[in-house]
């Protein structure tokens, strides 16, 4: 009888593929740096505040702000504080850059034109709360942070930077884990910079539960009232820089600024 075909050999597995190390940490970087997404999918887009910055040029036409002020820039919580500059008075002069609505990828994308052109000794910073309302992780506002730490102090090294940190709404009661988190991240981070301090605006806002305080909101239960603000400029007065001097919480021994990752 004629032999029966035997079927042939399966191929040899092939060796896994090994990319060089320079190619695979620049792949990782790409990756870890690419704008975060909504839970939409969609990326954040930018651009929709083109005419507020619009708008801010044409102010500092009128009246240029003068060079070396304390800049707080950032979202709702900064554009509606009516009397910024009254409430820190002891500085020199107060800029108000706030653009309700605004996330911490906004802030990084108009570095330049909302603190680098006007010249700081100081700029305080207040987003990340809107980014979380968009479906964005707090890692994700801990590289938009850092991204814009690295982008400002390229021009300006001898800023200040202050972050305050992400206070707890009642209307956006799901997401308190994630803004425990972010401003775990955020205060870890800031602490390793030189010429920084993390404000934590978000202890003396919740009660003895952990829940924040309806009492220092609106009745939209997101903005503040004015019982709200007059605990901000309480908190955040000794932050300020009024002098040569470091303000209170200020780390001026910390290593240098590290890379992004």
């Known amino acids: 009888m004629?032999?029966?075909l035997r079927p042939p050999p399966p191929p040899a597995p092939r060796p896994p593929l090994r990319l060089p190390l320079g190619l695979a940490a620049a792949l990782l970087a790409s990756a870890?740096?690419?704008?975060?997404q909504t839970t939409?999918?969609?990326?954040?887009?930018?651009?929709?505040?083109d005419a507020t910055i619009a708008d801010f040029a044409k102010a500092d036409q009128a009246r240029r702000p003068a060079a070396g002020g304390v800049l707080f820039v950032g979202s709702s919580s900064i554009r509606l504080w009516q009397h910024l500059p009254e409430d820190f008075r002891q500085a020199p002069l107060v800029i108000n850059r706030g653009f309700g609505g605004s996330t911490m990828a906004d802030v990084r994308h108009y570095a330049r034109q909302l603190v680098i052109q006007y010249q700081p000794r100081q700029v305080l910073v207040y987003a990340g709360d809107n980014d979380l309302a968009e479906g964005r992780r707090p890692a994700d506002v801990l590289e938009d942070f850092r991204a814009f730490v690295e982008t400002v102090r390229s021009?300006?090294?001898g800023v200040r930077i202050s972050y305050i940190s992400v206070k707890p709404s009642p209307l956006r009661l799901q997401l308190l884990p994630r803004v425990r988190e972010t401003n775990t991240?955020?205060?870890d981070y800031v602490n390793t910079l030189p010429n920084a301090s993390f404000i934590d605006v978000f202890t003396p806002m919740v009660d003895g539960q952990g829940l924040p305080r309806a009492d220092l909101y609106g009745p939209d239960r997101l903005h503040m009232n004015a019982a709200g603000y007059a605990l901000w400029r309480q908190v955040i007065a000794s932050h300020v820089a009024v002098a040569d001097n470091p303000p209170a919480g200020t780390n001026t021994a910390a290593p240098s600024l590290p890379p992004s990752r």
């Open 32 to 36: 870890t740096l690419a704008p975060a």
């Open 155 to 157: 021009e300006l090294p």
């Open 40 to 49: 939409s999918g969609q990326q954040p887009d930018a651009r929709r505040w």
């Open 2 to 4: 004629p032999h029966a």
């Open 185 to 187: 991240l955020l205060g």
